[in-house]
């Protein structure tokens, strides 16, 4: 695959802000380059001009979601951020715990890629209920993507985990996971059964339920700024009262201050819907 010229990465920008409000960063062009390197083998493309004259043309098969897909792909890692956890962990749940105590949580974690956020969501949630017997009684979990094929993998939960993943711990590992295969591990039935896994489109009006504690990493930075406040919206629609968004360190939700009052936290920063 040639480089991109600079003209193809201008209108694959254009098209893809056009098409569904993703606005992808001139910083970006090498990466979308590696990305959609799949996308043209799969679909016979020589470069992305042919990519592009494809798209305008009817009768796609997927093309556009398999784009979207690609260059949305945010590389998905066993407790993401540490900040998104220990917030979920020392704040957040405490906090839900103590307003009222033996109380189901329900969490929604937004474009979840191949599920190792959602898993490692029911997993602290755990580890929070045995160090605090009673002190909320469950949890569910749903996980939404647009990626159909992310959503195969996250259902299958069949993971490598290596030396890197340092968030997996021998005692998680233990306790969370079965061993498959040399290096290959599922997730244990009992974490499996806390999540429930959708397609969902950010940016479609219907609401998938209402939540405490919604948690999104790594996605609003595609998108431009109105459509950014407008999935900060629903997610604030979606919220009960005094419910959490927990944002990765690089998603701006303090966009909309007249919807979230901002928790700042040694260990990062959370949102309470106002």
């Given amino acids: 695959m040639e480089t991109i010229k600079t003209s193809d990465y201008q209108a694959l920008q254009i098209y893809l802000r ?9 910083a970006a062009r090498g990466l979308a380059q590696r990305q959609l390197r799949s996308v043209l083998d799969n679909y016979q493309l020589a470069s992305i001009e042919d990519l592009l004259e494809r798209l305008g043309k009817p009768g796609r098969s997927g093309l556009k979601e398999a784009v979207i897909d690609a260059v949305t792909m945010s590389e998905s890692r066993w407790f993401g951020e540490t900040s998104v956890f220990a917030l979920l962990a020392e704040l957040v749940l405490p906090d839900i ?9 329900s969490i929604w974690s937004a474009a979840c890629t191949t599920g190792q956020e959602p898993y490692s969501i029911a997993m602290v949630v755990n580890e929070f209920r045995d160090k605090n ?27 490598e985990i290596g030396p890197d993943e340092a968030g997996v711990t021998a005692e998680r590992k233990e306790r969370f996971f079965r061993p498959v295969d040399k290096g290959v591990w599922r997730v244990r039935p009992d974490i499996r059964s806390l999540v429930e896994f959708r397609e969902l489109n950010l940016l479609q009006r219907t609401l998938p ?13 595609y998108y ?7 999935i900060l919206a ?6 009960n009262p005094g419910g959490y968004l927990i944002p990765g360190s690089s998603e701006l939700a303090d966009d909309m201050p007249e919807l ?5 936290c040694p260990n ?7």
């Fill in 97 to 105: 715990a103590r307003r009222a105590p033996g109380k189901r949580v």
């Fill in 234 to 239: 629903r997610f604030h629609a979606a919220l």
């Fill in 260 to 264: 979230y009052e901002i928790i700042e």
């Fill in 133 to 159: 017997p009673g002190s909320v009684a469950g949890t569910r979990i749903l996980a939404t993507d647009t990626s159909r094929s992310a959503l195969e993998v996250a259902r299958r939960a069949h993971y």
């Fill in 209 to 221: 339920g209402k939540f405490d504690v919604v948690v999104c990493q790594n996605t609003l930075v």
């Fill in 268 to 274: 990062g920063t959370a949102y309470r819907k106002k």
């Fill in 224 to 230: 431009s700024a109105e459509k950014r406040k407008a």
């Fill in 18 to 26: 056009d098409a569904c409000g993703i606005l992808l960063r001139d």
